[in-house]
């Protein structure tokens, strides 16, 4: 690698988990840079001393970085190199650092991406699923009512959608899947990436949310579920029940017409009751 330019914003991927990922250039940009922010530097300490990188941390992350975005713009506006890291994969993939990389190309301060992990990616390399066009979700809301709602705004997404999950959320966040994306649907979690107890289950939606359920080891750690989208054969039984529904619906309440409809067609039920106008 050429040596390190002056004045740059250096955005480092590190690794997810396995600390040999971490690449050589990348290595050698936060050996070289004045400083390095990092969101947790407490977390980011091992891996640095591990690969042998003495350079200074300071700290950025979701609750300090307007106050100490403008402080790192200046250092590089006088002349100093900084690199930003995450705790693990890329910086601003569900991280912090937005900020600092819109202030630092607004102040015309070049940023330099140095790629490398990032889970999103790592998990749909191994799904299985079709990969040509995806959509990354990030984390659902962590309230029940606020995840359906979110859920049921992506049931009809044609391309394989992508979400972080956390440990104390994932059941209930794959039970929701099932309910509103219907049982058959693909899907795929991945689980501690690149680490010692590394799993990637490929399931249809209601046999993966009933085998996360029943094993807590399949609750601990880092999570990232992958789900296909929907299909022709979907999009089918949705006409069908749409159609079953709207004759349901002269003689019976929304709820029963729904019932009813999804036993016939195989459709999500949750779905055709809220198409109705109702809500759960």
Same mark, same amino acid.
């Given at each position: 690698?050429s040596?390190? =330019? @002056?004045?740059?914003?250096w +955005?480092v991927?590190?690794?997810?988990?396995h600390?040999?990922?971490?690449s050589?250039?990348?290595?050698?940009?936060?050996r070289? +840079?004045?400083?390095i922010?990092?969101?947790?530097?407490r977390?980011s300490?091992?891996?640095?001393q591990? #690969?042998?990188?003495a350079? @200074?941390?300071v700290a950025?992350?979701?609750?300090?970085?307007?106050?100490v975005?403008d402080?790192? +713009?200046?250092?590089?506006?006088?002349g100093e190199s900084?690199?930003l890291?995450s705790?693990a994969?890329?910086?601003?993939?569900?991280?912090?650092?937005f900020? &600092?990389?819109?202030?630092?190309?607004?102040?015309?301060i070049r940023?330099?991406?140095?790629?490398?992990a990032?889970?999103?990616?790592?998990a749909?390399s191994?799904?299985?699923?079709?990969?040509?066009r995806?959509v990354?979700e990030g !984390?659902?809301p962590?309230k029940a009512?606020?995840?359906r709602?979110r /859920?049921?705004e &992506?049931?009809?997404e044609t391309?394989t959608?992508i979400?972080y999950?956390s440990?104390?959320r994932?059941?209930?966040s794959l039970?929701d899947?099932?309910? +509103?994306?219907?049982a058959?649907r693909?899907a795929? /979690?991945?689980?501690?990436?690149?680490k010692? !107890?590394?799993?990637? &289950?490929?399931?249809?939606?209601a046999?993966?949310a009933?085998h996360v359920?029943?094993d807590?080891? =399949?609750?601990?750690?880092? #999570?990232?579920?992958?789900?296909a989208?929907r299909?022709?054969?979907?999009?089918a %039984? &949705?006409?069908?029940?749409r159609?079953?529904?709207?004759i349901?619906r002269?003689?019976l309440?929304?709820?029963?017409?729904? %019932?009813l409809?999804a036993?016939?067609s195989g459709?999500?039920? %949750?779905?055709?009751?809220?198409e109705?106008?109702n809500?759960?």
């Open positions: 690698m040596a390190i =330019q @002056p004045a740059c914003l +955005v991927a590190t690794p997810i988990g600390r040999d990922d971490l050589a250039r990348a290595i050698e940009t936060l070289a +840079v004045a400083v922010a990092a969101e947790d530097t977390h300490r091992p891996l640095l591990h #690969h042998n990188v350079t @200074p941390l950025l992350h979701e609750h300090n970085e307007r106050e975005v402080a790192i +713009v200046q250092r590089m506006q006088g900084v690199a890291i705790d994969g890329t910086p601003l993939i569900s991280d912090p650092g900020r &600092l990389v819109r202030a630092a190309r607004a102040a015309g940023c330099i991406p140095v790629p490398g990032c889970a999103a990616i790592a749909l191994v799904a299985g699923l079709p990969s040509d995806f990354f !984390f659902l962590s009512a606020a995840r709602s /859920l049921q &992506l049931a009809s391309r959608l979400f999950e440990s104390h994932v059941a209930e039970a899947m099932r309910d +509103v994306f219907g058959e693909e795929v /979690l991945a689980r501690e990436l690149t010692m !107890f590394e799993t990637v &289950l490929g399931e249809p939606l046999e993966l009933a359920a029943t807590p080891d =399949q609750q601990r750690g880092e #999570h990232v579920i992958v789900v989208g299909g022709e054969e979907a999009d %039984k &949705l006409a069908e029940g159609r079953i529904f709207a349901l002269e003689e309440p929304p709820a029963k017409a729904a %019932k409809a036993a016939i459709a999500p039920r %949750k779905l055709l009751y809220q109705s106008g809500g759960e």
